[in-house]
């Protein structure tokens, strides 16, 4: 099986599985009413200015060791300094894909980006090393998304594969595939 052969795997079993989800930021509806009222108006309006100072982050930090989908078993830890940008994130994913209890492929690679937004973790990490192998070679990472109950469990995840080794963020996206075992799964910091 050629590289190219695991990544159509990859995707078609994410297709199937629902899990694709796409990355993005969505723009303010306020900034909008703004720039009406003062059309309006014929005034323009400030942002208003906070009167105390943004607090810096806190240390955020997510581990997962389940199955997805019944075919995809993922494990990873990922940390991230109080008031340090997402990408400053380490850590290490490793994967295994195994539909029907067949070993496809093993995939791995250090993370890169984090982001935790209460019980919803999004991470990146670049596929660095793969079997069969060649795959790293593709400069191909991976954003994973997964939401945990709180108790130690992780209870959905999403993954997409992009064709890129790096990102600028990684905020948590909907996660729809409903974890398949018992997996344990927790996410501090958000």
């Known amino acids: 099986m050629t590289p190219r052969d695991v990544v159509a795997v990859l995707v078609t079993g994410a297709v199937a599985a629902g899990g694709l989800a796409v990355p993005g930021a969505l ?26 100072s943004p607090t810096a982050a806190p240390a955020q930090s997510a581990s ?41 492929g093993n995939f791995a690679g250090p993370v890169t980006c984090l982001t935790v937004k209460g019980n919803n ?10 079997s069969p192998p060649g795959l790293q070679l593709l400069g191909a ?24 080794a790096t990102t600028d963020s990684c905020d948590p996206m909907p996660a729809t595939e409903t974890m398949t075992d018992t997996g344990s799964g927790t996410a501090t910091g958000g």
């Open 121 to 130: 973790i999004g991470l990146f990490y670049p596929i660095k090393s793969s």
């Open 141 to 164: 990472g991976v954003f994973i998304y997964m939401t945990v109950d709180g108790k130690g469990n992780a209870v959905k995840s999403s993954f997409k594969l992009v064709p890129k």
């Open 27 to 52: 723009a303010s509806p306020g900034h909008h009413h703004i720039h009406h009222h003062a059309k309006k108006h014929g005034k323009h309006h400030k942002a208003p200015t906070p009167t105390s």
């Open 64 to 104: 997962a060791d389940a199955v997805a989908g019944g075919t995809f078993h993922l494990q990873f830890e990922a940390h991230r300094a109080a008031g340090a940008a997402a990408t400053a994130a380490t850590g290490h994913f490793t994967g295994t894909l195994a539909p029907g209890g067949v070993g496809l």
